[in-house]
């Protein structure tokens, strides 16, 4: 059995053993790119343009519920189109990892599909666009502007930040994507 006065001197001498295991360790990795908007009022996320129309703006409950309804009747519709655009990206995988030589024919008809499925799904997101615009007061659509605004300003001044010393000058002042 071990008497105390030694479990004590083992703990000692342990101590900055296992306190140098922790620091040695690398960091936990925080979260990777940017980090989702939180769901508007609708519980729900909504693509980009709707979500940047409802920012900041106090909706009634009739107006949540119509907006609700709208966004609801279409996600179905949304479901079968991340599924069918999951299978069209597995598919385009699977032949760009495949042996032998890639079947340009099949790969172009595949990214066809991809893009007529997002032309498809832009135009469903701008007539739902079109139709939240349509539920929102006039007083509504000026505050959700100045915050669109706002938020505007704040991602040129982050991306101002974050760009790299060396990028930085006139070269890409007319490039609102440069980094």
């Known amino acids: 059995m071990i008497s105390k006065k030694t479990f004590r001197m083992l703990a000692l001498v342990a101590a900055p053993s296992l ?28 693509p980009p343009p709707l979500m940047g129309m409802l920012r900041g703006v106090d909706l009634t409950k009739e107006q949540r519920d119509k907006i609700h ?21 597995t598919q385009i995988g699977a032949l760009l990892l495949a042996k032998g030589p890639v079947d340009k024919a099949k790969l172009d008809g595949l990214i066809k599909q991809k893009e007529a499925l997002n032309a498809k799904d832009e135009e469903a997101m701008a007539a739902d666009a079109v139709a939240i615009h349509d539920v929102l007061t006039p007083e509504q659509l000026d505050k959700a502007r100045v915050t669109q605004d706002k938020l505007d ?11 790299p010393p060396h990028v930085k000058g006139a070269a890409d002042k007319d490039d609102d994507d440069a980094p």
Do not use: K, T
Request: net charge positive; glycine share 8%; aromatic share 2%.
């Open 19 to 46: 306190a140098a295991l922790a620091y040695a360790h690398p960091p936990v990795p925080g979260p990777v790119g940017p980090v989702p908007p939180p769901p508007g009022h609708m519980g729900m996320m909504m």
């Open 69 to 89: 309804a709208l966004m609801h009747a279409h996600r179905q519709d949304r479901r079968e189109a991340m599924h069918q655009r999951r299978d069209l990206d």
């Open 153 to 163: 300003a704040l991602e040129g001044q982050i991306r101002d930040l974050l760009r």
